[in-house]
T-cell receptor
Framework: GAVVSQHPSRVICKSGTSVKIECRSLDFQATTMFWYRQFPKQSLMLMATSNEGSKATYEQGVEKDKFLINHASLTLSTLTVTSAHPEDSSFYIC????????????FGEGSRLTVL | GENVEQHPSTLSVQEGDSAVIKCTYSDSASNYFPWYKQELGKGPQLIIDIRSNVGEKKDQRIAVTLNKTAKHFSLHITETQPEDSAVYFCAASSNRNQFYFGTGTSLTVIP
């Protein structure tokens, strides 16, 4: 199946700093990528939908100035957690949809963020 | 919008037995139904999917059935093995490019 690569897998940072997470589709072009946040033993919470070349669409309650999303190319989307605080500690997962609106959805390996 | 419900939330089976996880959806426009397996500390992995133009799909020990009339679909795992232990998520999607996920089922296969 298609491969979505996410980096870093783990990151520890101090409060107030910013952290960037990268999501790459390795063998297909993804016009749409999704960013999720997952709390322990819970389902995936959609944060935003990232469209190549345009602004991301954020879900209700997600601060767009805190979670900056850039989808500069058909194979790369980035999530930057700005001025991170301990409550931002979580497992962040990206996904990419192959082809058009009917393509399969593939997930990255996830990034565990710990803010001290 | 779409509402996907998944049951059970936890499931324990003896090795070799079958496991069944069920999902229901509400939007008749949904036409694509993938299933994901998530191991601890990893991202979800697509294991099987089905589109609305078929009623059943099988891949070795894994099968998915879809009942469009009743708006439910199920994951069947036969001859379960300890490595099948994970959290499984169902999802529903339409041509509107959105995915709606179930709440997950934690499957434990007891050796």
């Amino acid at each position: 199946g298609a491969v979505v690569s996410q980096h870093p897998s783990r990151v520890i940072c101090k409060s107030g700093t910013s952290v960037k997470i990268e999501c790459r589709s390795l063998d297909f072009q993804a016009t749409t990528m999704f960013w999720y946040r997952q709390f322990p033993k819970q389902s995936l919470m959609l944060m935003a939908t990232s469209n190549e070349g345009s602004k991301a669409t954020y879900e209700q309650g997600v601060e767009k100035d805190k979670f900056l999303i850039n989808h500069a190319s058909l194979t790369l989307s980035t999530l930057t957690v700005t001025s991170a605080h301990p409550e931002d500690s979580s497992f962040y997962i990206c996904s990419a949809r192959s082809g058009l609106a009917t393509g399969e959805l593939f997930f990255g390996e996830g990034s565990r963020l710990t803010v001290l | 919008g779409e509402n996907v419900e998944q049951h059970p939330s936890t499931l324990s089976v003896q090795e070799g037995d079958s496991a069944v996880i069920k999902c229901t959806y509400s939007d008749s426009a949904s036409n694509y139904f993938p299933w994901y397996k998530q191991e601890l500390g990893k991202g979800p992995q697509l294991i099987i999917d089905i589109r609305s133009n078929v009623g059943e799909k099988k891949d070795q020990r894994i099968a998915v059935t879809l009942n469009k009339t009743a708006k439910h679909f199920s994951l069947h795992i036969t001859e379960t093995q300890p490595e099948d232990s994970a959290v499984y998520f169902c999802a529903a999607s339409s041509n509107r490019n959105q995915f709606y996920f179930g709440t997950g089922t934690s499957l434990t296969v007891i050796p």
